[in-house]
């Protein structure tokens, strides 16, 4: 029997596990923990051990059981779960992931901030098999080309007339799943509402739709940014609610938003370890 805490931001779930280093999770049982029927239920499972004082080697894993090199609403959500649980002072925390340290505050609103690490833009770093995205189909509705970048995970990013009328649950899968990906791809819906508002629906690799995720507020925030299509910074509104996102030409990301822990309890792992 090993605790666990279930957690969400923004309605996108998590159950967090701190765990020895020699603890592997095989995909079946990523799967079977993901479960809401059969198991605990979450959208990503989290895995964490403190490296050294404040700092933690964190690892994340979609409901299909593949692993994934980084999360933003997941990492608010073990912030928020360390910061209250541990009655942690105003100091900064370090999560040491596969796509890179995040630096994790807690803001005086209570909300979670994260520091996430600067934007990569070459093909080869997303990656993509090839350079260029005139493979990818045009969607009705489109009104930019496609962007892909890479924000501690793969993105690619259009924007639309009226992203509610596109049909995420058709194209979504498509996109992530395009020859063009060798890792696969999360894929962003955005639409522009104001000057420092984005409006976006995300199709998350290896999770399907999704009411929120933190990684693709921020790389649809820095492309908007970019492009010069808003100013920062920027309130993404997905339907779980809303990040602040910040970012400057050559700066790392900030992510602002709420995380809540719902519950704890302990979990059987039996002979699956």
């Known amino acids: 029997m090993i605790q666990f805490y279930k957690a969400h931001g923004l309605g996108n779930d998590f159950v967090i596990f701190e765990a020895p280093e020699n603890l592997l999770l095989s995909p079946t049982l990523i799967q079977k923990i993901a479960d809401r029927r059969h198991g605990i239920g979450c959208d990503q499972v989290i895995v964490y051990r403190e490296l050294f004082h404040h700092n933690y080697h964190v690892r994340f894993y979609n409901s299909d059981g593949g692993e994934i090199a980084a999360c933003g609403n997941g990492s608010r959500a073990l912030g928020r779960l360390l910061f209250d649980r541990d009655g942690k002072p105003d100091q900064t925390l370090s999560f040491h992931t596969k796509g890179g340290i995040l630096k994790v505050f807690k803001q005086a609103s209570q909300q979670i901030q994260i520091e996430l690490p600067m934007p990569k833009f070459h093909w080869t770093e997303i990656p993509q098999h090839h350079e260029g995205l005139h493979a990818l189909p045009i969607i009705e509705g489109q009104i930019s080309p496609y962007y892909t970048l890479n924000v501690g995970n793969p993105h690619l990013v259009a924007f639309f007339e009226n992203v ?110």
């Open 164 to 273: 509610s009328l596109i049909d995420v649950i058709k194209i979504g899968p498509m996109l992530e799943h395009h020859s063009l990906f060798p890792q696969l791809i999360n894929v962003s819906f955005a639409e522009v509402r104001g000057q420092q508002h984005l409006k976006l629906i995300v199709w998350e690799r290896g999770s399907g739709l999704t009411g929120a995720c933190g990684t693709a507020a921020c790389a649809t925030a820095v492309l908007a940014i970019r492009e010069g299509l808003v100013e920062g910074p920027v309130t993404v509104t997905q339907p779980g609610g809303d990040l602040i996102i910040e970012w400057k030409e050559n700066q790392p990301i900030l992510m602002t938003g709420p995380a809540t822990i719902t519950f704890r309890g302990e979990f059987d792992f039996g002979g699956d370890i």
